[in-house]
């Protein structure tokens, strides 16, 4: 069975840093695009970040670019999501996601998710 399994959330103090992980298991993600999203309370599940196939290409939401970094390694079938600067307005429940070949900003095109793992950034 298919499985992601994210981990690497906390409690930080803005301005600190987190490297969140995505574990993946039950087939190679290989050909699978891997996506980041987050949602907050009361808000809908947002685009962060989403990298390649081949971990080459990652695209970014403006909130995100030049403090979020995107990476792979496809031999330990797990997707990374270093997270620097904090702010308290990046507290969100953050979900990794597996998609179709090429990276798309639509939630709905993402076919696996993991549970989700909390961030919390204090002011």
């Known amino acids: 069975q298919e499985q992601l399994v994210e981990s690497g959330g906390g409690v930080v103090r803005a301005g600190e840093s987190l490297r969140l992980s995505c574990a993946a298991s039950?087939?190679?993600?290989?050909?699978?695009?891997m996506g980041w999203f987050r949602q907050a309370p009361g808000k809908e599940r947002e685009f962060v970040s989403c990298?390649?196939?081949?971990?080459?290409?990652?695209y970014y939401a403006d909130f995100a670019k030049g403090r979020f970094t995107g990476s792979r390694d496809n031999a330990k079938n797990t997707a990374y999501l270093q997270m620097n600067s904090l702010k308290p307005e990046d507290t969100a429940v953050y979900y990794c996601?597996?998609?179709?070949?090429?990276?798309?900003?639509?939630?709905?095109?993402?076919?696996?998710w993991g549970q989700g793992t909390q961030v919390t950034v204090s002011s």
């Open positions: 039950g087939r190679a993600f290989t050909p699978y695009a």
């Open positions: 996601a597996a998609g179709p070949g090429i990276c798309t900003f639509s939630k709905n095109a993402y076919d696996y």
């Open positions: 990298i390649s196939r081949s971990g080459g290409t990652s």
